[in-house]
């Protein structure tokens, strides 16, 4: 796996996180700790941290309940959480853990690019086009 870079934006303010395993014990505080730095190490401000859940094809009780905490800790921060290309079978996966509610149905898609156009038309502070 390629590092974690903070600073790469797929647009002004917008952090894309592409995770390649699916997300369980043995390595949820990994996938928190590279998130968090994306956010916190940024030379820009961040306002949304997308995942891209691509890869993630499953989600067990310990990841369910970090994903809740680090999107509590960005909304502290003002960074929205959103998940993308999030598959039928993550998005049930999901329900039952409760992520969903937690981060918000409207902020997970099934594509990037519905994701991105999403925060764009939603921000207070518009997310440019490229």
């Given at each position: ?12 303010g917008?952090?894309?996180y ?10 949820a ?15 820009a ?5 997308g995942?891209?859940a691509?890869?993630?094809?499953a ?8 994903l ?8 502290k ?6 998940l993308a ?10 329900d039952?853990?409760?992520?969903t ?10 594509s ?7 925060c ?5 502070d518009?997310?440019?086009?490229d």
């Open positions: 796996m390629e590092p974690v870079v903070p600073g790469k934006f797929i647009a002004p917008f952090v894309m592409w995770f390649g395993a699916d997300l369980y014990y043995a390595n505080n990994r996938f928190i700790e590279e998130a968090r730095r994306l956010v916190n190490d940024s030379p401000p961040v306002r949304w941290l995942v891209d691509s890869a993630i094809t989600v067990d009780f310990s990841a369910a309940r970090a809740i905490e680090l999107q509590q800790d960005l909304a921060q003002g960074v929205v959480l959103v290309r999030v598959n039928a079978s993550l998005q049930a996966a999901l039952r853990q409760g992520v509610a937690a981060i918000g149905a409207d902020r997970i898609f099934s990037r690019k519905h994701c991105l156009a999403t764009r038309a939603s921000s207070t518009p997310i440019p086009k």
